[in-house]
């Protein structure tokens, strides 16, 4: 099964976030691994455990910043991603929620039609050379490039009976294999996508359930999702998976047919996967680590070159306002205010008031003050003054 | 873009008491951006025996109501209700679409963003309408200006000019429900809804008791910063006086007749102080990341004033800040500073409270 991890680097102290016209420029700041992301990352290796397959990391921005912070990511807890990719193209840049989510799901539709096309081009061989150390060869090949699962082929010695092994045995026939391996194009495209809840540099939320819609649209199937997942677990047949998530005071139960992107909530723990089922588990997995990171561009995802990057996106981020009018204010142990009722009053000439309890003497001339002051209808604000206001 | 977009759209969420408080702010929301387009303000309502519910909408300010009744949408599924929004929004063409954020907010505006397309600007605290030019775009009358928090500094204004609907959430807390006016009228439609089949079921849905502290429901919010740690002298002070403090205050307050609760900022609660597990945690945290308040009384003790903060106190209707550093950001939007040490001015704002209980 393929496990997609959708991570971000976001700068390492927001204060400092380099802006240029309300877009951050990731390449001027330091960058960190979206913390949010690290508990997808710890659902991706619990799925893997779980039925088998292998994880992979899904990551967009300046490749030169991103591909340092993901390497961590092959040590993870508790085997470690297996492969990384960094969708990497200055066009893609500064774009908004919709922009972003477009290019992800391209992202993801290529990682699994590597998958794809690599069983195609194993059906090709056998259906054009039949029983020949050619599809041995082609076999062996796309399984060190790991992109064949251990059902399919394998070189580990506990693994027997593979569907190329059982056709050059000629256990299989060649329809027969060929049929396998449709089934087995169908299995990789039941694959699961992993998200942390929502970055902290923009805090939207909204890029999991955007890019779910973007491969629905893109793969011609519904992709549901579910946000905030607390808890959740792959069937056996790693054909659906049943997700818990709170939506306001509502804990809901949500079964969704794979393929599925789940967002990944700080309160999730990961299960202990049985340990039954090993059998099924080897035979979903794949040979194990690529070191190194695959880079796409714009161009290699295929994306519509009106559609990613600052300039296409709907959104644009306007100039910044501070935010809330000083209001007037009363300081305990400062404010001169009214102490009782004052009628108006006439002062050298002029009328001022009237004045209720509590309110600020502050354009009433200094001289009148003064007067006030030493009647007692004018005082400084105190504690009981506030407590009173307080509670009024 | 079509320029015959047309009216301003509030999608109402409800719980089994009616429309939930939220839905109301949203509505007090879309009726000031109605009124200055000189646009119909129309509540869409999602659900199943929904006839009680028009009535509240119009009454809080909505000049129409469509309500989208079906069995299909008895129970909240994701895809079903941002099908039944989508379906909606091309066939009708409005100008503005508002959306609560919160996690069904949230669970359904970017699908249907996404799919008609356009852009969504989230956790908005302001709505305004303005005109806009951009050199490249050109000008734009009338636009819709979201503002949001800002990636740390500040507050961002958020423009979407060339798509329709300009979709936006809104923070709960940001708005105040309008007073319900029993004589207003307004325009009631009921739209049919089928659900296609879907690749995903609700297989169970639980009640669970809103979480403690009730902070949004509080007359009065007592929150705790980081100046906790220590005193106007410097020596460290056990953080556990500072809540007891704030819980003495708590309890003044409810002799009179105040609801108070405690929060927190995020600063305080990140600390991960081992004297305030299990005391004072996420649930308490005010703030762009914690909960949005608007309480009668907040105090703020120890508490800088950062922008995160702010965004989520602000609108309280009296904000006391204590602080002992008489430059600290929160006493310029504080209507009470108390420069001052908050282990020495509490316990007197305490006494005091509870001194004009006696007097009163
Ligand atoms: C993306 C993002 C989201 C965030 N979300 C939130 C959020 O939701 N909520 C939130 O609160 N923060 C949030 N923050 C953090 C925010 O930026 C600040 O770091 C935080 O609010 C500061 O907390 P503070 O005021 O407790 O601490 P400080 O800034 O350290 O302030 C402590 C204050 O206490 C005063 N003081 C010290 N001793 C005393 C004393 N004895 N008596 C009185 N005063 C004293 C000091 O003068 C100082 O002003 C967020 C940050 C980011 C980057």
Redesign the pocket.
């Known amino acids: 099964m393929l496990v997609i991890v959708l991570t971000k680097g976001v700068p390492a102290r927001?204060?400092q976030a380099a802006q240029v016209g309300g877009v951050l420029n990731r390449e001027a700041m330091e960058l960190v691994l979206n913390p949010h992301d690290a508990k997808a990352v710890e659902a991706a290796d619990y799925v893997k455990r779980r039925v088998g397959g292998k994880t992979v990391a899904l990551s967009m921005g300046p490749d030169t910043k991103l591909v340092p912070l993901m390497k961590p990511l092959y040590a993870s807890e508790v085997s470690g991603v297996d492969e990384e990719y960094v969708l990497s193209d200055r066009k893609m840049a500064g774009g908004d929620t919709l922009a972003t989510s477009y290019a992800v799901a391209l992202g993801v539709r290529k990682v699994v039609e590597r998958h794809t096309k690599a069983i195609e081009e194993l059906e090709e061989m056998i259906k054009k050379a039949g029983y020949s150390e050619a599809v041995k060869a082609k076999a062996k090949e796309l399984y060190a490039a790991n992109l064949l699962s251990n059902r399919v082929y394998s070189d580990l010695p506990s693994v027997r009976g593979t569907i190329v092994s059982r056709f050059l045995s000629g256990d299989a026939t060649s329809s027969g294999a060929v049929q396998e391996l449709e089934a087995e194009k169908a299995r990789v495209s039941r694959f699961i996508v992993l998200a942390g809840t929502k970055t902290?540099d923009g805090?939207t939320g909204s890029v999991g359930p955007q890019v779910a819609e973007g491969l629905s649209e893109l793969l011609g199937v519904v992709v549901p999702h579910a946000t905030y997942v607390e808890d959740f677990d792959v069937d056996p047949s790693a054909s659906t998976v049943d997700s818990r998530r709170m939506i306001g005071y509502l804990s809901q139960k949500l079964e969704m047919r794979l393929p599925a992107l789940l967002t990944v909530a700080a309160e999730y723990r990961p299960r202990s996967p049985p340990a039954a089922g090993m059998k099924e588990v080897r035979a979903n997995s794949y040979r194990g680590k690529v070191y190194q990171p695959f880079k796409w561009t714009a161009e290699d995802i295929g994306a519509d070159p009106k559609k990613i990057g600052l300039v296409n996106s709907p959104t644009i981020v306007g100039t910044g306002i501070d935010i809330g009018k000083p209001p007037v204010q009363k300081s305990v142990g400062s404010t001169q205010v009214f102490l009782k009722a004052v009628e108006k009053t006439e002062f050298e000439g002029k009328a001022y008031g009237p004045y209720s309890r509590g309110d600020v003497a502050a354009d009433v001339p200094e001289g009148l003050v003064a007067r006030l002051r030493a009647d007692g209808s004018v005082g400084v604000f105190d504690v009981p003054m506030l407590a009173e206001e307080l509670t009024a | 873009m079509s320029d015959d977009s047309k009216g301003v759209w509030v999608y109402l969420q409800h719980d089994s008491a009616g429309l939930t408080v939220p839905s109301l702010e949203l509505i007090a929301a879309g009726r000031s951006v109605a009124d200055k387009l000189g646009q119909e303000l129309v509540g869409v309502i999602l659900g199943s025996g929904l006839d009680k519910m028009a009535d509240a909408a119009v009454q809080r300010g909505a000049d129409r109501v469509i309500l989208v009744d079906s069995q299909d949408l008895e129970t909240y599924l994701n895809l079903a209700y941002a099908d039944a929004i989508y379906s909606l929004v091309k066939e009708r063409k409005p100008y503005v679409l508002l959306i609560t954020a919160n996690e069904v907010g949230k669970d359904i505006a970017g699908r249907v963003a996404y799919r008609v397309p356009t852009g969504l600007a989230t956790d908005n605290v302001q709505l305004a309408v303005e005109d806009y030019s951009n050199p490249v775009l050109g000008q734009f009358k009338d636009l819709l200006i979201q503002v949001r928090p800002d990636f740390?500094t500040r507050l961002a204004r958020i423009y979407t000019p060339r798509h329709r609907p300009q979709m936006a959430t809104v923070r709960p807390g940001s708005f105040t429900p309008l007073e319900p006016d029993p004589k207003r009228k307004g325009k009631v439609e009921k739209v049919p809804f089928k659900a296609p089949g879907y690749p995903a079921k609700v297989t169970e849905v639980v009640e669970l008791p809103p979480p403690t502290p009730d902070l949004a429901g509080a007359d009065v919010v007592i929150s705790l910063?980081?100046?906790v740690?220590?005193?106007?002298s410097g020596s460290p002070k056990d953080p556990r006086d500072a809540y007891r403090l704030a819980l003495d205050l708590k309890s003044a307050f409810e002799t009179r007749g105040m609801k108070a609760e405690i929060g927190a900022?995020?600063?305080?609660i990140y600390a991960e102080l081992k004297e305030l597990e299990g005391i004072i945690g996420k649930n308490n945290?005010?703030?762009?990341?914690?909960a949005t308040v608007k309480p009668k009384v907040y105090v703020a003790?120890?508490?800088?004033?950062?922008?995160?903060?702010r965004v989520?106190m602000q609108n309280s209707t009296k904000i006391v800040a204590?602080?002992?550093?008489p430059g600290?950001p929160?006493f310029k939007i504080a209507h009470y500073p108390v420069v001052?040490?908050?282990?020495e001015e509490l316990p007197k704002l305490a006494e005091a409270v509870r001194r004009g209980a006696i007097a009163g």
């Open positions: 927001t204060t902290t805090e | 740390g910063g980081l100046g740690l220590k005193d106007r900022t995020r600063a305080l945290q005010v703030g762009q990341t914690g003790a120890g508490i800088s004033g950062a922008l995160q903060h989520g204590i602080n002992t550093d600290a929160i001052g040490d908050l282990y």
